[in-house]
């Protein structure tokens, strides 16, 4: 007996034993697809883990339907990996396998119709419906239930098919599917008989009265001769100004022939920089430090201010590692950075740059995937979003994680609730590869990590060009708008600073971290305010599109022209989002080229790019931007950065928001003057005195670290105790309320820690499901392990309750 040990792209928490002949045992190796049954009828794709001889005891083992690959697509690291993932988040191996194969590569089971050799039902007891299938399979001998729907011309055929599989006519089989598809380039070239040199004069007498076509002749030959390579239809049909019509009438009196090539989707072509990088004399000693600090830890964190230079720093780093042939890894945390990244170490290292991210087509994303697999030379160096952690590294030698302290490092939903950072550092100690965090506002964990020795610690305290950094000038809301020096959502002092950048040929970026226009609108008649019905929010207003929508879970509605309680027509917005800046500004700058960087505006494969692009060639002059635009931006032009209101950040009911905010707030501020001279912040706000703006103005990390540690230590947050958060999710209310109390109960009198719950959260229902979570701290002194199992126990026998089973949990471990 035979057994191969897969893992299912399922939400299932083990692996599953399937039946393999003794041929197919000495075939599969660890990491290979195979596509298996499970279930009823469905087949799926698995990855095989390993090959055993022990049978399993509670079920019996079903034979594997086939072997999908020739030879691993995944790497043995890779999978432990996965497997350290899985444990330490607490989330079924199934969710991680399917988050981190690219969905192509998981291929799908169809439903397919095929018709038995079962003579025992007579032609004339089939209704005309029925009679048609039958005929169809006659004629073709398998059909798509897709197929069937035409045919019959009705929407539902299952009831159809179910009588026809009853009566033995027909039979439902499963087909698997293979969702990637290389891309071909089609190129055409002269017939061989027409090679030699009378063959052009024999092909010019063939086509004297075809003029269309002998024109597209003589262009083949003069492409043939400047270019010296194969000549694609469509560059032939470029360049000749003519159609798809006339190359296939060639091909078709065989002077053309046609053949396919296979081509990369992501493709450089651009020229590579030959100029050496050099460094300054800060950075020079930086990369030698980071160097020294490698030689002793595993992970050093760069901590250097704003236009420091870090990327330099970076691209040194990276030749010292492809010098060693080793492959390099670059994690940012948001897309658009990654667009400006790419192109800047293109220049240097040309073709050996890959990007990674969602996105990506599904098969560009396969071909990233196989590049990396086989350490090819275009895929040296990846640059991607937290995804491309997944991808299968055979000899990583570092893992560089910009702005390291970005919450869009923690995935969120679905599971696997991984953070980036931390899984990286894993990963790298797995290939025995080093990581750099790199960051001008650095996480506390990180820098609390760099102070008890675990890291190394390399500071970057000036800019690039010994640029100052920019002077901040703090604006009174409260004073501004008692002397009546407000317009709009504008101070004087903002207003008058954007004027004087604007007519010196600078750029402005205006940062208010809120999208649409208005969050609320409100009756002034009786108060009442539009909310989701799905969801516990207001909805927020946008006036583009002249509807309101919940950010939450898409429902929208067209914006009401009176009130839907009392009728009245005194309808007002409340607060402002980033459409509202950009019309303000449109109104008090007419002559100014406005842009607008949000979540609305960058949908779409080339969405960032467009925008940041225009906004470097200085089409725009004025740049609003969500926290996008706090993000490692590298614009040369830009000497004024305004904060519409630094205070909706940090009253936000999270133990991380002033943290948060000093970061947002000095990242956005670090965009200012980054070139020659020094640039002006403008930060306006209600309390000018919170110890965090102060600290903003006065660029004191520091300061904040030691406060924000204080705080930490007081109310066992991180970095002291790590958290753990179990969300509870049910339509039905009081259910929800009894089962989230007993899960409380029994958490707090097993677990020997602060158990917090079961509360409220500020948004209490989405999408109809009302929600509660528990809090776990779990100590240093204690072994996390073990406490993890214990929680896993409790959650099993919570799931054993049989009132208590249709209550959806989520664990998120390290929850920030």
Known sequence: ????????????????????????????????????????????????????????????????????????????????????????????????????????????SESVITS??????????????EYLVYEALQKQNVLKIGDIVAIVNKKNVLPLLQKLIDTGVLVLQQEMKEAYKPKLIRYVRLHSQFDSNEGLSILLEMLKNAQKQKEIVLAYFQLS??????????????????????????????????????????????????????????????????????????????????????????????????????QILFLLPEIAITVQLVNRLQLYFGEKVAVFHSKYSNNERVEVWKQVLHNAEKAQIVIGARSALFLPFS?????????EHEQTFKQSDPAPRYHARDAAVVLANLHQAKVLLGSATPSLESYYNTQLNKYGLVTLSERYNNVRMPEVLLVDLKDKYFRKKMTGHFSDVLLEQITETLSLGEQVILFQNRRGYAPIIECMTCGHVPDCPQCDV?????????????????????KPSHCHQCSSVDLNTKGFGTE????????????????????????????????????????????????????????????????????????????????????????????????????KVVIQTYNPNHNTIQQVTNHHYLGMYKEQLYDRQIYKYPPYFKLIKLTLKHRDFDKLKEGAMWLYQVMSQTLPMPVLGPEEPAISRIRNEYIRTIMIKIPQNFALGETKKTIQKILNSFDAVAVYRSIKVTTNVDFY
């Open 1 to 108: 007996m035979f057994f191969v040990e897969v893992i299912l792209p399922l939400s299932l928490a083990k692996t599953f034993t399937y039946r393999v002949s003794e041929s197919e045992f000495n075939f599969i190796k660890k990491g290979m697809r195979i596509a298996v049954p499970f279930g009823k009828s469905k087949i799926y794709t698995a990855l095989a883990i390993e090959t055993h001889q022990n049978e399993p005891t509670l079920y019996e083992a079903k034979e594997i339907h086939q072997i999908l690959d020739e030879k691993p697509i995944a790497t043995a690291i890779q999978i432990e990996h996965w497997q350290w993932i899985s444990t330490y988040y607490m989330c079924a191996i199934g969710d991680v396998f399917r988050n981190a194969f690219p969905s192509a590569l998981l291929l799908e």
């Open 116 to 129: 038995t050799n079962n003579a025992d039902f007579s032609v004339k007891d089939l209704s005309d419906d």
């Open 225 to 326: 001769a400047t270019e010296k390579k194969p000549i694609t239809v469509k560059k032939l049909i470029e360049f000749s100004q003519s159609n798809t019509a006339v190359v296939k009438a060639l091909i078709d009196k065989q002077i053309f022939e046609e053949y396919y090539v296979q081509h990369d989707r992501v493709n450089f072509s651009g020229k590579i920089n030959d100029s050496a990088l050099q460094l300054s004399q800060a950075q020079e000693s930086a990369f030698t430090a980071i160097q020294n600090s490698f030689s002793e830890k595993t992970v050093s964190l760069l901590h250097g201010v704003t236009s420091s230079g870090k990327t330099e720093i970076y691209i040194k780093l990276i030749e010292e590692y492809l010098s060693q042939e080793k």
């Open 395 to 403: 000899d990583l030698g570092l893992i560089i994680v910009d702005e």
């Open 538 to 558: 207001s909805l927020t207003f946008h006036k583009f599109k002249s509807q309101l929508r919940c950010h939450y879970c898409g429902y929208s509605m067209a």
């Open 580 to 679: 509202q800046i950009e019309l303000e500004i449109k109104n008090l700058f007419p002559s100014a080229k406005i842009g607008r960087m949000d979540q609305d505006t960058t949908r779409g494969k080339f969405g960032y790019e467009k925008i940041i692009d225009e906004f470097k060639n200085r089409e725009i002059d004025i740049l609003v931007g969500t926290q996008m635009l706090a993000k490692g931006l590298d614009f040369d032009n830009v000497n004024l950065v305004g904060i519409m209101n630094a205070d909706t950040m940090l009253y936000h009911p999270d133990f991380r928001a002033f943290e948060r905010s000093y970061q947002m707030m000095t990242q956005v501020a670090g965009r200012a003057g980054r070139f020659k001279k020094q640039g």
